[in-house]
């Protein structure tokens, strides 16, 4: 059973060109969760998403950022304009359904993309 | 909110020594507590799950104890080697499931050959 897929694991953009990072979850996880980890500072939550649904967005910046889980394929963080603020390593998580005995939010995470901004 | 801290941010020790490290959480009302390991330039590796309702949880030479009352967590790494060089970050979930996991700064930790 393959773990949480990322790619790119590494994204150089220019600013104001647009980022579009992938996350594929463990086979049969239907929860998708993206952190932020900004230079020198700790994991931060932006999104949780099920497929076709986003459920918790209370961390994504209002501006600039979405994020989309379809009902085939991977989850998809999209980054439009992006500035050198937003140079960071991105990690997807994934966590299998509620129904799922034992699970306990269990959450699984993916090596990252690592966004450098120029 | 909920905010967690873990202390100390950076340890340094030599090959053989047991050591804990601290975490803290402002807000009790917790699901479950996961102790993470963070090479440098790599992803997080899950090393623990604590739910709310046990008291410790051990896998080979770790051993994560919590007190959800108090909102404290310590993991506790016996017979240090310097493989386990990383940092180390706890993280709390609030609900059962579909939940953000809110984390930690980490403790930068090196074992010394």
């Known amino acids: 059973n393959a773990g949480v897929m990322q790619n790119p694991r590494h994204l150089v953009r220019r600013r104001g060109q647009e980022a579009r990072l992938r996350c594929s979850p463990m086979?049969?996880?239907?929860?998708v969760y993206w952190y932020r980890q900004l230079p020198e500072e700790g994991l931060k939550f932006m999104v949780y998403?099920?497929?076709?649904?986003?459920?918790?967005e209370s961390g994504m910046p209002k501006e600039r950022f979405s994020a989309e889980f379809p009902k085939e394929g991977p989850s998809i963080l999209r980054i439009q304009q992006v500035v050198r603020g937003d140079s960071a390593a991105y990690f997807c998580?994934?966590?299998?359904?509620?129904?799922?005995?034992?699970?306990?939010?269990?959450?699984?995470f993916g090596p990252g993309t690592r966004l450098t901004v120029l | 909110k909920q905010e967690v801290t873990q202390i100390p941010a950076a340890l340094s020790v030599p090959e053989g020594e047991n050591l804990v490290l601290n975490c803290s959480f402002t807000?009790?009302?917790?699901?479950?507590l996961q102790w993470f390991r963070q090479d440098p330039g790599k992803g997080l590796t899950s090393l623990l799950l604590?739910?709310?309702?046990?008291r410790e949880q051990t896998s080979g030479r770790l051993n994560a104890s919590l007190d959800k009352s108090s909102g404290r967590s310590t993991l506790y790494i016996a017979a240090s080697q310097p493989g386990d060089s990383a940092t180390y970050l706890c993280?709390?979930?609030?609900?059962?499931?579909?939940?953000?996991?809110?984390f930690g700064e980490g403790t930068q930790l090196t074992v010394n050959p």
């Open positions: 998580a994934s966590s299998p359904p509620g129904a799922w005995t034992n699970s306990y939010n269990e959450q699984f």
């Open positions: 086979k049969g996880h239907s929860h």
């Open positions: 998403l099920q497929k076709e649904n986003i459920i918790d």
């Open positions: 807000d009790s009302a917790i699901y479950n």
């Open positions: 604590i739910q709310s309702s046990q």
């Open positions: 993280a709390v979930s609030r609900e059962t499931s579909g939940s953000r996991l809110t």
